[in-house]
């Protein structure tokens, strides 16, 4: 049980498009997800936390117009990147969790690369 | 704020024997939870073991147990039998009362054949 399932997996864009991220609870209802955002050989860094229902909440320093989040439902969260630029290439991964006593569930992250 | 500290950036094991990867965090909360997670290539976050606060018996799991030490703040992970396939970038991280998760930086684990 607790799976994520993130796509798409790895998504190639002109700069000045937007890209949209899944994320999605399989096997269970996620009332929060966490949008994580990983350079090579670095760690993870929150970006944000969604929140089913209401508006997402964003870490300093992260740009919610750029990286508008989505919680339309208790299995969906959507990533859009809008007007994308080279350096918003990245790793980014969610994470969901049934409840802290289970651990914290990641999807298996997308590869953003934009050109 | 907390933060999560490891200050091992590259770790190499001989394949069948022992290796500590250590971790220290700073937090002023009583009640938190401690993860370690497995990275391996293929990116795939993978939960190794956890261990709440209010417990003071060590979390273990098959080949890997941790050493908490609440008062030092310190949160080792060791792997015992090493095998090739536990080659991977290897993060701590704290969870509190705000339902984050914070990370450390992360420690690559070399297995030797």
């Known amino acids: 049980g607790a799976v994520v399932s993130q796509h798409p997996s790895w998504v190639i864009c002109k700069s000045g498009t937007s890209v949209k991220i899944e994320c999605r609870s399989l096997?269970?209802?996620?009332?929060?997800m966490f949008w994580y955002r990983q350079f090579p050989k670095q760690s993870l860094m929150l970006m944000a936390t969604s929140n089913e229902g209401s508006k997402a909440t964003y870490e300093q320093g992260v740009e919610k117009d750029k990286f508008l989040i989505n919680h339309a439902s208790l299995t969906l969260s959507t990533l859009t990147v809008t007007s994308a630029h080279p350096e918003d290439s990245s790793f980014y991964i969610c994470?969901?969790?049934?409840?802290?006593?289970?651990?914290?569930?990641f999807g298996s992250g997308t590869r953003l690369t934009v050109v | 704020a907390q933060t999560v500290t490891q200050s091992q950036p590259e770790m190499s094991v001989q394949e069948a024997e022992t290796v500590t990867l250590s971790c220290t965090y700073d937090t002023s909360e009583s009640d938190y939870y401690l993860f370690w997670y497995k990275q391996p290539p293929s990116r795939q976050m993978i939960l190794v073991i956890r261990?709440?606060?209010?417990?003071?018996q060590n979390a273990t799991e098959n080949r890997f147990s941790v050493n908490f030490q609440k008062a030092a703040k310190s949160f080792s992970l060791k792997i015992s039998d090493s095998q090739l396939g536990d080659a991977a970038m290897y993060f701590c991280?704290?969870?509190?009362?705000?339902?984050?998760?914070?990370f450390g930086k992360g420690t690559r684990l070399h297995i030797l054949p």
């Open positions: 991280a704290y969870r509190g009362s705000d339902d984050k998760i914070i």
């Open positions: 096997d269970f209802q996620a009332t929060t």
């Open positions: 994470s969901a969790t049934l409840g802290v006593s289970y651990g914290y569930t």
């Open positions: 261990q709440e606060a209010y417990k003071q």
